[in-house]
């Protein structure tokens, strides 16, 4: 049971990049979230799923994309990488809202 | 707009000793407040869950407690140990919504020393 994965764990881009993080579960969870870290502020929400087919914009949604067509998969693009976006971006899947189980994290820097 | 503060944001205490971290949050409105563990590198996993209704709940050496109306809830750990060297976090969620949308605060960062 590998619970919740993310890959990949690192990852550099050049500002103007795209690339595509997924978020993969195994837990036939209904919720899926991606927040991102950054010093002193906290996790923040960008997107999130309640389900197959389904999402909807989280706090920071802006230069994120999400898509979430297999219920174990969601995937977080961006399109077109800004240095604003270095962080470190954290998946969730949950059964019941309170229950949000966190993948280990990609650790994104954008030059 | 909810706003979730930790104070402090770092704290240093020999093995043994307890201690209470703290967190505030600016909207009572709230269904739960949750408190997490962080490890450096890896991601999040929950420690404690209060519900709104409750003023408290323990689990091993943590308890956890909520005032809703004053905004705030304590983590308190008993004889500390190196293996609690960690970030904790408290989260709370909003009393409308379905999707759990939690707001996080700042963060601990605790050191245990030997």
């Known amino acids: 049971n590998a619970g919740v994965t993310q890959t990949p764990k690192f990852r550099v881009l050049k500002t103007g990049q795209s690339m595509t993080l997924l978020c993969a579960q195994d837990m036939n969870h209904e919720y899926m979230y991606w927040y991102r870290q950054d010093p002193g502020m906290g996790l923040r929400l960008i997107h999130y799923?309640?389900?197959?087919?389904?999402?909807a914009k989280g706090e920071v949604p802006d230069g994120y994309n999400v898509s979430r067509l297999k219920k174990q998969n969601f995937l977080l693009g961006l399109e077109s990488a800004a240095p604003s976006q270095t962080s470190v971006y954290f998946c969730?899947?949950?059964?019941?809202?309170?229950?949000?189980?966190f993948g280990p994290g990609t650790r994104l820097t954008v030059l | 707009k909810q706003e979730v503060t930790q104070i402090p944001a770092a704290l240093s205490v020999p093995e043994g000793e307890n201690l209470v971290l703290n967190c505030s949050f600016t909207?009572?409105?709230?269904?739960?407040l949750q408190w997490f563990r962080q490890d450096p590198g890896k991601g999040l996993t929950s420690l404690l869950l209060i519900q709104s209704s409750q003023r408290e709940q323990t689990s091993g050496r943590l308890n956890a407690s909520l005032d809703k109306s004053s905004g705030r809830s304590t983590l308190y750990i008993a004889a500390s140990q190196p293996g609690d060297s960690a970030t904790y976090l408290c989260a709370v969620r909003p009393d409308t919504g379905t999707a759990s949308k939690l707001t996080f605060g700042t963060g601990t960062r605790l050191q245990v020393t030997l």
């Open positions: 909207d009572s409105a709230i269904y739960n």
């Open positions: 969730a899947s949950a059964n019941t809202p309170d229950t949000q189980y």
């Open positions: 799923s309640v389900g197959e087919g389904t999402t």
